[in-house]
């Protein structure tokens, strides 16, 4: 695969491919039900979802719980939402590693995709 991105450092191409793993990841998950006894299981399906993508070595989910409670409100369930998500994928491109991240930003009001190193 290295011939297809020879125009990249290893650097380059491990943001690359934590950045295409985070929008996946983001695009299929958000609207999916979701409450407390089901945040377990969904953090799990979707750290195995994301593990299949190409240079991903870790991932780590972790979704508000607090938030996701709320938001049930008297429901038994809610949609989930980019500002539940608290996420780290890393990526490793030969000897190089790097950790993309999403998480809710408040001054932004934004959930915020980020790579922490």
């Known amino acids: 695969m290295d011939k297809y991105f020879k125009n990249l450092t290893d650097r380059e191409r491990a943001i690359f491919e934590g950045g ?8 299929q998950f958000v609207g999916t039900p979701v409450n407390v006894d089901t945040i377990p299981s969904l953090e799990k399906a979707i750290e195995k979802s994301i593990m299949l993508q190409p240079a991903v070595i870790k991932v780590h989910v972790k979704l508000d719980e607090d ?3 709320l938001m049930s409100g008297s429901n038994t369930y809610t949609s989930l939402e980019g500002k539940m998500l608290n996420v780290e994928i890393t990526t490793r491109i030969h000897e190089e590693l790097v950790t993309t991240c999403i998480s809710y930003n408040e001054e932004l009001d934004y959930p915020l995709m980020y790579i922490k190193g």
């Open 67 to 69: 938030l996701i409670k």
């Open 20 to 27: 295409i793993s985070m929008g996946s990841l983001y695009h």
